[in-house]
């Protein structure tokens, strides 16, 4: 069992950066996911890490200027989001299963997930 908590999510402009967290308590030797939903949109995968760090996958909409971290000392995955545009405004939800995947059903464990809001 895990349980998952996300922090960071605000009210930016665009162009400017946040560093979304999930803390991870329970067993944590998993991969971990960075997912979203727009309102109205279905869920959409961002970022996904595997369990050393060493291998990490992105959406192409992210790629550049979102990057996965993780200190598994710390039990926390981050996400660093740079240069957020309007269209990145959504519920970002973090997730752990046991592979690295971009697809939602490959996660076990999901958080509450935190809200970021981008104005032009």
């Known amino acids: 069992q895990v349980q998952l908590v996300e922090s960071g999510g605000g009210l930016v402009q665009a162009g400017a950066s946040l560093r979304l967290s999930c803390a991870a308590a329970?067993?944590?030797?998993?991969?971990m996911g960075w997912f979203r939903r727009a309102p109205g949109k279905e869920r959409e995968f961002v970022a996904s890490?595997?369990?050393?760090?060493?291998?990490?996958y992105y959406a192409d909409s992210v790629k550049g200027r979102f990057t996965i971290s993780r200190d598994n000392a710390k039990n926390t995955v981050y996400l660093q989001m740079n240069s957020l545009k309007r269209e990145d405004t959504a519920v970002y939800f973090c997730?752990?299963?046991?592979?690295?995947?971009?697809?939602?059903?490959?996660?076990?464990?999901w958080g509450q997930g935190t809200q970021v809001t981008v104005s032009s």
């Open positions: 997730a752990a299963g046991p592979t690295l995947a971009g697809r939602g059903y490959a996660y076990d464990y």
């Open positions: 329970g067993r944590t030797q998993y991969a």
């Open positions: 890490i595997n369990w050393s760090g060493a291998a990490t």
